[in-house]
Structures are given as C-alpha cells and as structure tokens.
C-alpha cells in the first residue's frame, strides 16, 4: 500500500509540474564554440566523424530542425554516440539528441535537433 502511495503523489507532483506554463527562453546561437582548427582535430570524436560512419543520414520530415543518424546494430555504438554526445554539450550546447534503439538487435536512430538553423549548421561541418 505504501508504494501506490508514492506512486500517487508522484503523479500527482509530474501533473502540476507539466500544467505550469513553460518560461519562454530566446533560441541559443546556432554555432560552433570550437575554432575552425579545434574542430579539424577533434573531426573524428565529434559529429562530423559520426555522419560519416552512418549507414544513412536525413533530414527530419516532421518540420523539425535537424538530421537522423541511422545504424545498424553494432557492439560499441552505444557506448560511442553516448560519449559524442557528452562532447558534443561543450561545444554546441544548443543541440538535442534523440536516440532509439529497437528491439531484438533492430537498428539504431539517432536524433540530432536545435532551433532554426541547425540543420543548415549540421550539414555544413
């Protein structure tokens, strides 16, 4: 009885949350914070280095603004997109990441979203 208790007022407590109305923040810059000559040596340990070992990249078709990153199923892709993604927050913070991993092995996409412009911005590097 004393779990649905905390269940209860834990939905209760995500209720409120979610029903007060959202602030209102202006759109970050969409740019690079590394330099041109940073970027080129870390090319391979960030984004640029992951578009190329995509099986297949798109644009999203929803209206949002930003590519998906498709991959098969593979030991150590997990591991890898979480560590470009924690590099990726340094330097390009503006960015929002999206990953979905089917069931039984199936593949892999990998959402990489922003404000006006980063889809631009992405295919640019």
Sequence with gaps: MRYITTAAILISFAVSISASPMETKP???????????????????????????????????????????????RTGLLVELARIIEREQDCCSFLSFNLVIEPSGGPVTFDITGPAGTRDMLKSL
Excluded at 49 to 60: C, P
Aim: glycine content about 6%.
């Design 27 to 73: 759109d970050p810059k969409v740019s690079c914070a590394l330099s041109p000559q940073q970027l080129e040596k870390q090319r391979k340990k960030l984004l640029p280095g992951l578009f190329k070992r995509a099986d297949n990249v798109t644009d999203l078709s929803d209206g949002t603004d930003g590519i998906r990153l498709h991959f098969k199923q």
